[in-house]
């Protein structure tokens, strides 16, 4: 796995699969699934409330675009589910079968060493989030100027790049790249 690779990443599919973990999340779940569709991108939405749900969907039982968005509330020790429940990623690790997936997760310290693995082992070639806690506002316009980048023709890191200069806690977003050298 490398960190911040330079090679030129690609998120061009138009279709995305936006995952909405919990009822907090929903209003910055319908703000980006607005932003995005207006930009273009065809989005799905995946509600999700229990573990039950999240787990089918990350084993892959439930489909997904080559694109997913994780929207919803993180902390180190794992995703906050509805009902105040924390998910910790060796709970989903053995889960994950997410192949040549893209992934980038709104959740706050969802960007760290554990989480990537989980993701990575579990198939997915690129994974974004913050390994701290960035301001949600600025989480939100983030994504939004990510895709805007894109659909302008902008490669993933150098999208990314530009989109962390939005706000210094925006710094906090890391990539993984699983992808192979070419």
Same mark, same amino acid.
């Given at each position: 796995?490398?960190?911040?690779?330079?090679?030129?990443?690609? &998120?061009?599919?138009?279709?995305?699969?936006?995952?909405?973990?919990?009822?907090?999340?929903?209003?910055?779940?319908?703000?980006?699934?607005? /932003?995005?569709?207006?930009?273009?991108?065809?989005?799905?939405?995946?509600?999700?409330?229990? *573990?039950?749900? =999240?787990?089918? &969907?990350?084993?892959?039982?439930?489909?997904?675009?080559?694109?997913?968005?994780?929207?919803?509330?993180?902390?180190?020790?794992?995703?906050?589910?509805?009902?105040?429940?924390?998910?910790?990623?060796?709970?989903?690790?053995?889960?994950?079968?997410?192949?040549?997936?893209?992934?980038?997760?709104?959740?706050?310290?969802?960007?760290?060493?554990?989480?990537?693995?989980? =993701?990575?082992?579990?198939?997915?070639?690129?994974?974004? /989030?913050?390994?701290?806690?960035?301001?949600?506002?600025?989480?939100?316009?983030?994504?939004?100027?990510?895709?805007? &980048?894109?659909?302008?023709?902008?490669?993933?890191?150098?999208?990314?790049? *530009? /989109?962390?200069?939005?706000?210094?806690? &925006?710094?906090?977003?890391?990539?993984?790249?699983?992808?192979?050298?070419?």
């Amino acid at each position: 796995m490398k960190y911040m690779n330079q090679k030129k990443q690609s &998120l061009k599919n138009n279709n995305i699969s936006l995952v909405c973990l919990e009822e907090g999340s929903a209003l910055e779940s319908v703000a980006l699934r607005g /932003a995005l569709e207006y930009l273009g991108y065809i989005v799905s939405i995946h509600w999700i409330g229990s *573990k039950e749900l =999240f787990l089918k &969907l990350l084993s892959g039982k439930i489909t997904t675009d080559e694109t997913v968005i994780i929207s919803g509330h993180g902390y180190k020790n794992g995703f906050l589910l509805s009902g105040e429940k924390i998910i910790k990623p060796e709970e989903f690790k053995k889960q994950v079968n997410w192949k040549n997936k893209n992934v980038i997760s709104l959740g706050c310290c969802t960007g760290t060493k554990e989480f990537a693995d989980v =993701f990575i082992k579990g198939g997915v070639k690129i994974y974004i /989030a913050p390994d701290d806690y960035p301001d949600g506002n600025a989480t939100l316009v983030f994504a939004i100027y990510l895709f805007f &980048l894109i659909k302008k023709g902008d490669s993933l890191s150098v999208a990314l790049k *530009k /989109a962390k200069q939005l706000d210094e806690d &925006l710094d906090s977003f890391k990539l993984y790249d699983n992808t192979p050298s070419s």
